[in-house]
């Protein structure tokens, strides 16, 4: 597909009418747009959460920020970069966020347990944030995902993950003894014991 760049002019109306990046005012209502694709632009999110154009980093939070805020995950699978006026396809490496970060309020039944992201965002562990563990057939390691909006989903990094399985409880599941940690009220999954 041919390498086009977004229109700035379009990116500033964006930027002005919704405050920027995420985290900072309204997201833009990506979900209502539907502008004729442009095709594949050469950006890429790697799997650590780091955004890449041309192959160069890009180094400024802000933009990154701004970047995420107009991300949206087609039914395809794909992923990309809208506006009102244009779409383009970016390449995602595996999700496009990482959760970095671990908050805990609360005990029992009232914990709420809540991650902030790599841009910021902040999401909390519940019933319209669901968390889902893929186990790697290979190597037997959990890749864990937290929903983040829309389809978009943060990969729990590593240490945030020991977190959640340093309070987690275990409990029996199918014949099968499982962890789980609650949070809003609902207990999650993180993996059956070995």
């Not at 999401?123 to 995902?145: A, F, I, K, M, Q």
């Not at 993950?161 to 949070?183: I, P």
């Amino acid at each position: 597909m041919p390498s086009k760049t977004a229109n700035p002019a379009t990116l500033q109306d964006v930027i002005a009418r919704f405050g920027g990046a995420a985290g900072e005012g309204r997201k833009p209502p990506v979900h209502l747009w539907n502008p004729p694709s442009c095709g594949e632009i050469d950006m890429r999110i790697a799997r650590n959460g780091a955004w890449y154009y041309q192959g160069s980093p890009i180094s400024r939070p802000a933009m990154v920020r701004l970047f995420s805020s107009i991300l949206r995950r087609e039914p395809d699978g794909s992923y990309v970069l809208v506006t009102p006026v244009e779409k383009c396809i970016i390449r995602v490496d595996d999700a496009p966020f990482t959760a970095v970060e671990m908050t805990v309020s609360g005990e029992g039944e009232a914990r709420l347990i809540a991650f902030r992201t790599n841009v910021d965002d902040v999401v909390p562990l519940d019933s319209e944030h669901p968390l889902r563990v893929v186990v790697n057939p290979e190597t037997g390691e959990p890749s864990p995902y937290v929903l983040v909006r829309d389809r978009l989903e943060a990969l729990i990094l590593r240490p945030v993950f020991y977190q959640l399985v340093e309070m987690s409880e275990q409990r029996e599941e199918d014949g099968r003894t499982v962890l789980a940690v609650r949070s809003a009220g609902m207990v999650f999954d993180l993996g059956e014991v070995a």
